[in-house]
């Protein structure tokens, strides 16, 4: 039987490409889409150490590409770029809008390079970025208002750099951010107190900008909030809200050299409270009474204009590390209560910082603690020698100190090796020679101001996270920075052996750069100042640097590529079945012809057309076929659309063009080039399409084609081509046979999505009687492209929906071969079948 034979021929294409995966599994198989994008991101960047030399090479998911890790989505078969790292990189030059089309990204990462220009607001199209991580760098402009479209954002850092203008009210449309980093630039205007309803925030750092206006009170609502970090800028003299004092969960509320006026809030209800910064502002009145919370560590009200006595309610703090009143109008006595915190703390040291107020006594303690400060320098108790005797009246500078965490008191012999290895000082092992990982990092706002108390929490804290002992933590050096910011360099050791093995390597990175670890709320938000891989550099080639082995990557494909093969199998014998099914209902479909309406369409003016064309020049003119020339056209709104202008004997009556409209109206479908409008004035007919801006299938198989089509590319177009075909028979209403499938009817759009097109000779399906029995063909005049004709239906001049399957199967064997189905005189089916040996029946 002659559809028996047809059906052959799909399953032996099936059978062969079985085959062509073998060898196909390891060819490029990242979105083509998303190719393209990375090469103009790697052509718009200066790379003067050639840290992107991979990215000229092969494919970047599969190849060596610098930075790039990649995911399988099932869903069309790529490899998608899912993460960007490309961190301290010494790269140089701008972002452009291409970064936008990497849809499925979760973290772009160019901190710590040295990137200008602005941030393309194209970013705002990755609704999957998960981390935005742009700090450190020259940016400039203004915030995009797109990046508030960015739903899944849980942290934007953009910190020093350049940005200037307003905060977007749309960022308060970040549902899922808990991070918003925007220190350290020049934004100005008021916050948007619309920031305050977002329901996951934890920390908004936005300390040295120029931002003016108020203090919105509405953060007190805010659920989370943990750290609120507003230093110097110039708030023109607002007050400080008395509802930040009702905070359940401020931490930190940092508001240093912000042109601040009235006075004090009762901050006794902040149960977290740790630190609290409200010094060089113009605060008056006296300190509140009420004691703070027992977790405070820092309190900083110095250079203001308080009066009045110091408060007994500072006494009996147990974590409280640095009391600074300085440079204010406080009088009368030192409370002797403030010696109670000499013994409350245990061996930590403890500052009081009391210069140059107007303190007149203090009562001495019983006793001499030497980690018990306080500074009264300034005071007129100064001035009496008897007083003077018993506290430090020498003018004192306070800053937190740098330190070194710990010594070693083993003598070793130099590690002779190699220059890598090193001593790793806590190792329960003396003297044992590893290759560290060395981490810069850094704590962007730490609710201390002595770190050298938290050493072994931090360590242990650290270590348990990244599921590594505290004794694999080493950082001998600390550095307090200008915010203030907590840096350090991390050495991480192997456990007792000198190498990590790739795999935990690979861990820890992950979970470093991508923020997968939460430190404890003393420590606050941390950053990687970089990562340096060292000597691990060479044991992982392609599973560090591009996210997946060529192992893994050849079963991933290989299986996705057995699966398609089953799908398509499937869609074939779907397409040759299910008709019958959705055709119960034939009298109501064929009395709905007779009634015309549009549906979704738009009518234009010929005045329209001709604007969009530039009346319909040469230079807009992308085509013709059988029905005439087809122009790329600009709408008034920016549309970019696909006009078909019907030559003369292809004008149809009113009527007749009516009833096409309303037919394509009607159909709606992914892999369907959609029917945007039409034009029916003067003579005139025009059909309005989307445009497909990546040509036709035809095109891409030819050799004039400048990127090749990667097996996996030809396998989603077939699937989505037979998808389209599937609609038309089974699901459209009424159902359509296509007669002309060919691969230039085959269109691809800006992603690569396959649409079927040009429905010019379309047929609709044969109805059902009354007894609703559906007729398994219809007699018609056959036409068709040569090549792509079912003979049955050439001989027969029956058209069914078997008719567009063959069609559809000669167009699976180009994607196969890439050869035309008509070459030099020879039939590609022909040379197919006796290829492998079977026969053609007429």
């Avoid at 309803?197 to 007190?220: I, K, M, Q, T």
């Avoid at 590690?415 to 990092?441: H, M, R």
């Avoid at 779907?574 to 738009?602: C, E, G, L, P, W």
Wanted: aromatic share 8%; hydrophobic share 40%.
């Amino acid at each position: 039987m002659m559809h028996k034979s047809k059906f052959t021929v799909f399953m032996a294409f099936l059978a062969v490409s079985f085959c062509y995966f073998l060898w196909a599994a390891v060819a490029q198989v990242t979105d083509p889409m998303e190719v393209s994008a990375l090469k103009t991101i790697r052509n718009s960047l200066n790379d003067p150490i050639g840290n992107l030399n991979s990215w000229n090479i092969g494919d970047p998911c599969t190849s060596n590409w610098n930075g790039i890790f990649c995911y399988l989505n099932a869903n069309d078969g790529y490899l998608h770029v899912q993460q960007l790292h490309l961190l301290k990189l010494n790269l140089s030059g701008t972002l452009v809008p291409e970064l936008g089309l990497l849809s499925h990204l979760q973290i772009l990462d160019f901190m710590r390079n040295k990137i200008n220009g602005t941030i393309p607001k194209e970013i705002g199209n990755i609704t999957s970025l998960k981390l935005l991580l742009l700090s450190g760098n020259e940016l400039s402009g203004t915030l995009p208002e797109e990046i508030g479209y960015l739903v899944n954002l849980n942290r934007l850092q953009i910190d020093e750099n350049q940005i200037s203008g307003l905060i977007p009210k749309s960022f308060a449309n970040l549902n899922s951010v808990k991070h918003l980093h925007m220190n350290n630039n020049s934004l100005s205007g008021q916050i948007p107190s619309e920031l305050s309803r977002l329901p996951r925030l934890l920390h908004l750092l936005v300390d040295n900008n120029n931002l003016s206006g108020y203090l919105p009170p509405e953060f007190s609502m805010s659920p989370h909030l943990k750290i609120l970090q507003l230093d110097n800028n110039n708030f023109n003299g607002s007050t400080i809200p008395a509802s930040y004092g009702n905070m359940n969960t401020l931490i930190k509320l940092s508001l240093r050299n912000c042109s601040l006026q009235g006075f004090i809030p009762d901050l006794s209800g902040a149960p977290e409270l740790s630190y609290l910064d409200l010094s060089w502002n113009n605060l008056t009145g006296s300190i509140p009474s009420k004691r703070l919370s027992e977790n405070v560590t820092t309190i900083k009200l110095g250079r203001n204009q308080l009066q009045g006595s110091i408060p007994s309610n500072f006494s009996g703090l147990p974590l409280l590390q640095l009391l600074s009143l300085n440079n204010n109008r406080l009088s009368g006595s030192v409370p002797s209560s403030i010696w109670q915190n000499k013994t409350s703390t245990g061996n930590k040291s403890r500052i009081f910082d009391f210069q140059n107020n107007l303190l007149t006594s203090i009562t001495k303690s019983s006793d001499s603690s030497t980690n018990f400060t306080i500074l009264l320098y300034g005071n007129p108790l100064c001035a009496n020698p008897v007083q003077a005797n018993l506290v430090n009246c020498q003018p004192q500078a306070i800053n937190p100190t740098s330190g070194n965490t710990t010594s070693s008191t083993i003598a070793c012999p130099s590690c002779t090796t190699d220059s890598d290895y090193e001593y790793n000082p806590l190792s329960p092992i003396p003297c044992i020679c590893a290759i560290p990982l060395k981490v810069g990092f850094r704590l962007k706002s730490p609710a201390i101001s002595d770190f050298h108390p938290y050493i072994e929490d931090f360590r242990i804290d650290l270590s348990s996270l990244l599921y590594l002992n505290p004794y694999q933590v080493y950082f001998g050096l600390y550095n307090w920075e200008v915010g203030p910011r907590l840096s350090m360099y991390l050495n991480l050791f192997p456990d007792k052996t000198s190498l990590f093995n790739a795999s935990e390597v690979i861990r820890i990175r992950r979970m470093l750069t991508g923020w997968e670890i939460t430190l404890s709320d003393v420590f606050g938000p941390y950053e990687v100042l970089n990562f340096t891989l060292g000597s691990y550099a060479n044991m992982f080639p392609t599973s560090v640097k591009s996210g997946l082995s060529k192992v893994a990557l050849a079963g991933i494909v290989l299986g996705s590529s057995v699966a398609g093969a089953i799908i398509a199998a499937i869609i074939v014998i779907f397409i040759m079945q299910k008709r019958s099914r959705h055709q119960v209902d034939s009298k109501k479909r064929a009395s709905s012809r007779t009634t015309i309406k549009f549906y979704d369409v738009k009518g234009f003016l010929l005045e329209e057309m001709e604007r969009a064309t530039d009346n319909f020049s040469n230079s807009s003119l992308v085509g013709h076929g059988g029905y005439g020339k087809v122009y790329k056209g600009i709408l008034a709104d920016g549309t970019v659309v696909a006009i078909k202008r019907a030559q003369e004997g292809s004008l149809q009556g009113s009527n007749e063009f009516a009833t096409e409209i309303e037919l394509l109206s009607r159909l709606h479908h992914r892999n369907l080039v959609s029917l945007v409008g039409y034009c029916d004035e003067e003579d005139e007919q025009m059909l309005i399409y989307e445009f497909m801006s990546n040509g036709n299938l035809r095109d891409l198989l030819s050799r004039e084609s400048k990127e090749p089509l990667s097996f996996m590319m030809r396998l989603r177009i077939a699937l989505e081509t037979a998808r389209g075909i599937l609609y038309l028979h089974a699901e459209a209403d009424p159902p359509i046979f296509h007669r002309d499938i060919k691969a230039s009817n085959i269109l691809l759009d800006s992603r690569y999505t396959a649409k079927v097109s040009d429905f010019g000779i379309s047929r609709l399906a044969p109805v059902s009687n009354v007894e609703g029995v559906s007729p398994d063909s219809v007699t018609t005049v056959v036409k068709g492209t040569p090549g792509y004709l079912d003979p049955e239906y050439f001989l027969t001049h029956k058209l069914t929906d078997k008719s567009d399957v063959y069609s559809l199967g000669v167009v699976f064997l180009e994607l196969l071969t890439g050869m035309q189905p008509i070459s030099f005189g020879k039939n590609l089916v022909r040379e197919y079948l006796a290829s492998t040996g079977c026969k053609m029946n007429h």
